[in-house]
Antibody
Framework: QVQLKESGPGLVQPSQTLSLTCTVSGFSLTSYNVHWVRQPPGKGLEWMGRMRYNGDTSYNSALKSRLSISRDTSKNQVFLKMNSLQTDDTGTYYCTRDYDDYFDYWGQGVMVTVSS | DIQMTQSPPSLSASLGDKVTITCQAS??????IAWYQQKPGKAPRLLIRYTSTLESGTPSRFSGSGSGRDYSFSISNVESEDIASYYCLQYVNLPWTFGGGTKLELK
């Protein structure tokens, strides 16, 4: 069955770089797009960026200067790296599969706290 | 970017009520809207795609409609398990954008 699972550090210091991994199973990264979406505590959802099935990427313009998404298809993993973290980057980060442009399956999310 | 204005931000309902949430897009989104349910501490769950198509497993008390810029999502006969937050998502254009969310509570 389709599964996505995020992993990464729960705590990141301000100005440091966040590195998250989304490990997928039940589908191929060369057939489906995978996105990253985040949610500050008690707030709404924000689309961050996309890794397409062909390796192309797209980013939210508000984050583009700090954000990089890559993948390792042999390991079924999609990576997110975001630098210069600030306290307002605190939140839950999700990876989600794109089926015909809408998001059908989501990971459980990983909570990231930016604090010294 | 397409802005999605979702209302109301919160909603109080009794069991068995019908509730409606709306999302207005800043431009025509050609019915490319999905609706998600999110319970505390959980990932969003897809309920409806392409305005009105129920995802497999979505109870029939959920429905969606709309066209152009204006869309709505309804729950008829609210049940206790429906207490959650709900979000719309437009997926017609990059960047994908969500509505601000609606928190459904029991009266």
């Amino acid at each position: 069955q389709v599964q996505l699972k995020e992993s990464g550090p729960g705590l990141v210091q301000p100005s440091q770089t966040l590195s998250l991994t989304c490990t997928v199973s039940g589908f191929s990264l060369t057939s489906y797009n995978v996105h990253w979406v985040r949610q500050p505590p008690g707030k709404g959802l924000e689309w961050m960026g996309r890794m397409r099935y062909n390796g192309d990427t797209s980013y939210n313009s508000a984050l583009k200067s700090r954000l990089s998404i890559s993948r390792d298809t042999s390991k079924n993993q999609v990576f997110l790296k975001m630098n210069s973290l600030q306290t307002d980057d605190t939140g839950t980060y999700y990876c989600t599969r794109d089926y015909d442009d809408y998001f059908d399956y989501w990971g459980q999310g990983v909570m990231v706290t930016v604090s010294s | 970017d397409i802005q999605m204005t979702q209302s109301p931000p919160s909603l109080s309902a009794s069991l068995g009520d019908k509730v409606t949430i709306t999302c207005q897009a800043s431009q025509n989104i050609n019915k490319c809207i999905a609706w998600y349910q999110q319970k505390p501490g959980k990932a969003p769950r897809l309920l409806i795609r392409y305005t009105s198509t129920l995802e497999s497993g979505t109870p029939s008390r959920f429905s969606g409609s709309g066209s152009g810029r204006d869309y709505s999502f309804s729950i008829s006969n609210v049940e206790s398990e429906d207490i959650a937050s709900y979000y719309c998502l437009q997926y017609v254009n990059l960047p994908w954008t969500f509505g601000g969310g609606t928190k459904l509570e029991l009266k």
